[in-house]
DNA sequence: AATGAATGAGCTTTCATTCAT
DNA sequence: GATGAATGAAAGCTCATTCAT
């Protein structure tokens, strides 16, 4: 390894300590009430230091929120359904997959939901990268699965945001009932069969 | 009327102009970018009126969600379902008013959900009066029809926080889509009765 | 006097007040190095305070400017010479009029000249409301008074210059000697009639 | 050349490098708001090198300052005009030369008249070494013209105040009005010409 | 009870300076 | 000698809160 390269590596660690650092005070205090001081302290650097790797405390928060952005993303773009999959089963993937992530992040999402609110420019970007792309992806495929007759017809749109909506809100609820709540202490895989078995057969008995 | 009762009349009155005009800049503004100017200019008052009715601005915060809080409480808790209604019925009503409550208070929704996260009491008061109380109430209900084989068996704590995540993201997404979105094009009671179909019937095609 | 005259009087009187404290601290310690707590404490009020009356630092310092381009620019312009007065009278009363307000407020010309060249905006407002027209006042002046054949043939820009810099020159360099230095001993009357006739005749014999 | 000899150049290289830097930058932005990464990116090295070779940034202004200063003061003791040349002649060679520098050097000079108001140190040093010497050199020299009967009879320093001040005025209007000035688009043999008959003649007819 | 000017603690940000490499 | 990341003091500015009127 050479002096650079062992260089740059430092400065990388730096940096992702310092992302590290934010990304926690942030979550735990919210954008606003978190100072640089805080992160400097948590991060264990002098705050001067923090500016050397990101242009401000706004700059910090974006950084933090694309990660988000492109990993919610690119992901989606990324599981694009096979053909051959039963409908079932790219429900069950799907919600599988996404409530991994929005649990996995409740932190992260919930600062981005309470500052897309008062930043314009981010809430254009996360319409623009996340919200419309997807919706978009999901209003297709559920259209196409009708037509092939799996599934009833029904208001697309409105399907797409109330299945997207329910990960959303189970995030934020399971982020409310904290550690110790039924969210948590229920395993990953009955919670996911319970909920996709709730999006393909409803609660009503046949 | 005596003297006594008018003034109090008026006290009263200008209260309520206040905590209007915080609600209005809370919501829009976001908590801490919300300035007490802000609130006086919008209240029609002076800056100093405002601390003879409220002790802090934090103290206009809390009276702001602890009304919040009650409202949503006593409603749960009046709707008791008549053992008449139909199991459709009863879910349909459920999701119409909660949405709606959703979807109009979106604002102070997503000021709650922000500074919930922060001061750890009042997460402690707002689950103790709303969350565990509403969600008991819902689980008691389906465990009911359940039994009278109404619906069919599941995991009913997670039906529960699917069903009121849905209705939470629901109104997230309402409120990221903005004025022109889907969620405000569409008349309301197509939303609840295609959601109403979602959570009764699934997407399967039967 | 009413109750809010008296009001507006004193805060007429803390603007003042505030003012005159920053021209103090301006004048010694240049723009950059007075801080705002320098200023505060000249002027006897809080930090905040100062904030109340000026939007910010700069806005202080072009208050300041502004004022002093005000008063030499409307005063070239009120004192266009009448017809009537001999070549000599005018450039004396000239030369009088612009080295006392040169001398007079030496400081406020320090801190003009160097803040000039910084802000592209502020040297643009000084040419354009000062220079320009005060240059061309004079150059048209000059031109009648030779087509007069009261003054010798010469490039008359050139000597506008001359003139105007001779007198922001002594300015400067009254300021450089300081209090004790030969031009603050000098009576204002002899320094102005020295100087007229420098102008006038030169230095050589004829 | 021995390695120490040629190690000594090579440090006296850098040593200007990063002087010349500084006079730019400073010259440029004025010595508030330049910083030392600006002048190290302009000089080429790192932020670390400038303090190899200067103690501080004020010390890289002193340096700078002292230089013009020594400049300014030895050409000014150099120039000891020889009996011989006319008056005329020296009055013009005084004004070329002087009014040269002026121009040439409008940053540096501007740079010291704005840091001499804040830095008594300095200014003591700039009235001894060159204001002192430099005016009783001119006095000097317009007292023996008068006493020869070429120059007429006048308050030696007041003129002496007025030539210099004039020269001073001349470089800092040139300043202002910037490229495109007339200062800088009339031939300097002109503009000396010019100012020199002013100087010696006046501007009234004869 | 209503007012709003005054306050100053506390924020974000800058940058001269240091020092381990 | 050269480097540039780390530092933290100190700046400009904001705004919740107070209190004399």
Do not use: C
């Amino acid at each position: 390894m050479t002096r650079r390269e062992r260089k740059e590596g430092i400065t990388k660690q730096r940096k992702q300590q310092i992302f590290d650092a934010a990304l926690k005070v942030f979550s735990k205090k919210g954008f606003d009430q978190a100072t640089i001081p805080d992160i400097a302290q948590e991060a264990g650097v002098a705050v001067g230091t923090i500016y050397n790797y990101y242009q401000s405390k706004h700059d910090l928060l974006l950084s933090i929120i694309k990660g988000y952005i492109v990993t919610e993303s690119f992901i989606g773009l990324l599981e694009q359904p096979p053909e051959s999959s039963s409908a079932a089963a790219f429900i069950s993937s799907l919600i599988n997959e996404r409530l991994s992530i929005g649990l996995d992040n409740a932190d992260v999402m919930q600062l981005l939901m309470s500052e897309i609110q008062h930043d314009p420019e981010l809430r254009r970007q996360y319409t623009e990268q996340v919200v419309v792309p997807n919706f978009k992806l999901l209003e297709e495929y559920l259209g196409l699965r009708i037509a092939k007759d799996t599934f009833r017809l029904s208001n697309i749109p409105i399907v797409v945001r109330a299945l997207i909506g329910m990960i959303i809100g189970l995030a934020i609820i399971s982020k409310i009932e904290g550690e110790t709540g039924l969210m948590r202490r229920i395993p990953r895989q009955v919670l996911v069969a319970e909920v996709t078995k709730l999006i393909l057969e409803g609660i009503e008995r046949k």
